[in-house]
Nanobody
Framework: QVQLAESGGGLVQAGGSLRLSCAQS????????RGWFRQAPGKEREFVAA????????SYADSVKGRFTISRNSATNTVYLQMNSLKPEDTAVYYC?????????????WGQGTQVTVSS
């Protein structure tokens, strides 16, 4: 069984920081990239950041550029999301996901999510 498990969410005041982690367990699966997504109440799930596993190429949503940093530890199959200067609009459930292919942009495995709440 393949699992991705997020941790590190919580309640923080505006301007604060949190670091999310996404650990992989179970059997090994093909990874081209890992991504972070978020979904706020009543809104569509949106892309936050992604990192390719072999080259470490990074992309961010415009809304988090300069505030969030994605990184990975290939040895432990863990991806991180450092979130600084948090704003109330960053409040959401954050999910990590696995992308198998450079050609297919879809993500095939998803974690259960971790809640991030930013108070004003």
């Amino acid at each position: 069984q393949v699992q991705l498990a997020e941790s590190g969410g919580g309640l923080v005041q505006a301007g604060g920081s949190l670091r999310l982690s996404c650990a992989q367990s179970g059997r090994t699966f093909v990874t081209y990239a890992r991504g972070w997504f978020r979904q706020a109440p009543g809104k569509e799930r949106e892309f936050v950041a992604a990192i390719t596993w072999s080259r470490g190429t990074i992309s961010y949503a415009d809304s988090v550029k300069g505030r969030f940093t994605i990184s990975r530890n290939s040895a432990t199959n863990t991806v991180y999301l450092q979130m600084n200067s948090l704003k109330p609009e960053d409040t959401a459930v954050y999910y990590c996901a696995n992308r198998r292919s450079a050609i297919d942009a879809s993500y095939d495995y998803w974690g259960q999510g971790t809640q991030v709440t930013v108070s004003s």
